[in-house]
């Protein structure tokens, strides 16, 4: 499957606990975005990457919120002493430059 | 600063129907559009829409593009239930930005 990968799919973890998130992107693609999304809302950016330099974050994201992308291949998102409000879809999406998004499956996250 | 926004938010009709989503957008540097079409999973692609008034048709969807006013429309003739799903536009120029979907209720 050559498609966008994302690791793990569901994820519960008990607040004030640290949680990472593995996105591999479809390998020809240079941009690897995150967004998080909650019911019934749209996905709501994060942060992206055109090879490995982290080009934009969200303004919105805490400093609870890191992402990586060391070698322009596969990220990581890391969420340190996770709130209940964290609790979200996680969703990773690759394109070549800003054109069509192709999204992985998604990481829900509980957080309790 | 940059914005998307959809309406209607949500919207229930019966197999059959007609209906016509919108997306509205303030984006600099504006390049394309996108429609996404979102169950219970993630987001799959629909439309790539980059020139106005050229109507893009994949079976009973087809979407078109309105540089000047700054809109997009969404039309699906004769839903079916399988058609209910949330439809996102979206648009990129660095991010992507997402508009908060429409919500679509296609009942028997």
């Known amino acids: 499957d050559t498609g966008v990968s994302q690791d793990p799919r569901h994820k519960i973890t008990k607040r004030g606990q640290n949680v990472t998130f593995r996105c591999d992107p479809i390998?020809?693609?240079?941009?690897l975005y995150w967004y998080r999304q909650t019911l019934g809302q749209g996905p709501e950016f994060l942060t992206y990457f055109q090879n490995e330099a982290q080009l934009e974050k969200s303004r919105l994201l805490s400093d609870r919120f890191s992402a990586e992308r060391p070698k322009g291949s596969f990220s990581t998102l890391e969420i340190q002493r996770t709130e209940q409000g964290d609790s979200a879809m996680y969703l990773c999406?690759?394109?070549?430059?800003?054109?069509?998004?192709?999204f992985g499956p998604g990481t829900r996250l509980l957080v309790l | 600063e940059d914005k998307v926004v959809q309406s209607p938010l949500s919207l229930v009709v019966h197999e059959g129907d007609t209906v016509t989503l919108n997306c509205s957008y303030e984006v600099t540097n504006f390049r394309s559009l996108l429609w996404y079409k979102q169950e219970k999973k993630a987001p799959t692609f629909l439309f790539m829409l980059t020139s106005s008034g050229i109507e893009k048709k994949s079976g009973r969807l087809s979407s078109i593009l309105d540089k000047k006013e700054l809109f997009s429309i969404l039309n699906i003739t004769a839903t079916q239930t399988g058609d209910s799903a949330v439809y996102l536009c979206a648009v990129p120029y660095d991010k992507v930005i997402f508009g908060p979907g429409t919500s679509l209720s296609v009942i028997p």
């Open positions: 999406a690759s394109s070549f430059l800003a054109e069509e998004l192709n």
């Open positions: 390998s020809e693609h240079n941009r």
